[in-house]
């Protein structure tokens, strides 16, 4: 009650009476990742991550494959409310970012952003609040351990999310962080453990006249730890 209309539709559901309270989940992906900062450079990934609810957070490790046996490391990472970027090739550091309010905003903004694998973290409460924007589409807000961060959430006519966007996430550029529209993608939806999720998402960068797609991925393997 007192939800904005498409956010309880979308409760009801992805979230049906009887689903296990959760405390957090295990995840691996596989799909393709563009090295490019303003083309197309796609190269394959695959990844393992984990997602703890209470406290938020999440810790991806990835492998994006070169060529046969070279693979860049990558960590992206919200850990005790601290944003975490780390990439390295053959041992050297090709990145290394952390500790900075933009850096934890938009790794927050990613938390976020993917709640519809683990949607009991999209239930309003302390740290979740939703305000309506229209019929198909609403904001929500979280907050953790200092940090704050929104997005638009926007439902389809099943009810379930299709697509998240914020309007100033943080892209890193060189050595600098410029506020960007960003956009995500959910389909392919399933029952897990009574809840309704997606398989299939990516995201993109939404730059002048174009939309610059850089993840594209699958889950393999969705497990959560029950509460």
């Not at 998240?164 to 956009?183: C, F, N, Q």
């Amino acid at each position: 009650q007192g939800l904005p209309e498409p956010v309880q539709r979308y409760l009801e559901v992805a979230l049906p009476a009887g689903t296990p309270a959760i405390r957090g989940a295990t995840l691996a992906h596989t799909g393709s990742f563009n090295l490019s900062a303003d083309g197309e450079r796609w190269r394959p990934f695959t990844s393992t991550q984990r997602v703890t609810l209470a406290p938020a957070g999440f810790d991806w490790r990835a492998r994006i494959r070169l060529l046969p046996g070279l693979s860049i490391r990558v960590r992206d990472a919200f850990v005790d409310g601290e944003g975490i970027l780390e990439a390295r090739l053959l041992g050297l550091p090709l990145a290394h970012l952390r500790g900075t309010p933009d850096l934890a905003r938009g790794e927050l903004m990613r938390f976020l952003a993917e709640a519809p694998w683990y949607p009991v973290a999209l239930l309003p409460g302390r740290d979740l609040r939703w305000s309506p924007v229209d019929a198909t589409s609403a904001r929500a807000e979280i907050s953790a351990a200092g940090v704050t961060a929104s997005l638009l959430f926007r439902f389809g006519p099943d009810g379930l999310v299709e697509s998240v966007r914020a309007e100033d996430r943080g892209r890193t550029v060189g050595r600098r962080v410029i506020p960007t529209p960003w956009e995500g993608r959910w389909s392919d939806y399933v029952e897990r453990d009574g809840m309704r999720v997606p398989l299939r998402g990516e995201v993109a960068w939404m730059l002048p006249g174009r939309r610059l797609c850089y993840w594209r991925g699958q889950v393999q393997r969705l497990e959560y730890d029950l509460a």
